[in-house]
Structures are given as structure tokens and as C-alpha cells.
């Protein structure tokens, strides 16, 4: 049997870096050339921001409404 898709199933994938970590590594890598350095941990929050905020607004979309009073 083969999984389903993980975006069929719910979940968001969010991408964690590109091609500037590999043509700006001496910016957004830290000196272990390892882990990202400020820089790069900043191109990782913009990278990914977006969609927590998608996946934030589905999870408040499909919340039950409460019930009135």
C-alpha cells in the first residue's frame, strides 16, 4: 500500500531552504558552515512563515463553532 500525500491527508510543507544557502553560505551559515547563522535563520523564517500562517488559518477555519448560550 502506498501513503497518501502528505498535503491529501492535512498536512502543510513547508520549505526549509534553496539555492541561496548554497550561492550565499558565507551570509546565511554560521562558521561550523553547518547551521544557519543569523542571516540564514531569518531566510528560514520568511521561507516558512507563510505557511504556518496558512496552516494557523485552517485549523481556526475548521474549528467547531462554539455553541450559543
Given at each position: 500500500?502506498?501513503p497518501?500525500?502528505?498535503t491529501?491527508?492535512?498536512?502543510?510543507?513547508?520549505?526549509t531552504?534553496?539555492?541561496e544557502?548554497?550561492?550565499?553560505?558565507?551570509r546565511?551559515?554560521?562558521?561550523d558552515?553547518?547551521?544557519p547563522?543569523?542571516?540564514?535563520y531569518?531566510?528560514?523564517?520568511?521561507?516558512?512563515l507563510?505557511?504556518?500562517l496558512?496552516?494557523?488559518?485552517h485549523?481556526?477555519?475548521?474549528?467547531?463553532?462554539?455553541?450559543?448560550?
Amino acid at each position: 500500500m502506498v501513503p497518501a500525500p502528505p498535503t491529501r491527508t492535512g498536512a502543510h510543507l513547508a520549505p526549509t531552504s534553496g539555492p541561496e544557502f548554497r550561492d550565499q553560505a558565507d551570509r546565511l551559515l554560521g562558521p561550523d558552515g553547518i547551521h544557519p547563522s543569523p542571516h540564514g535563520y531569518a531566510a528560514h523564517a520568511t521561507r516558512i512563515l507563510p505557511v504556518l500562517l496558512a496552516a494557523a488559518e485552517h485549523l481556526r477555519s475548521a474549528a467547531p463553532t462554539p455553541a450559543a448560550p
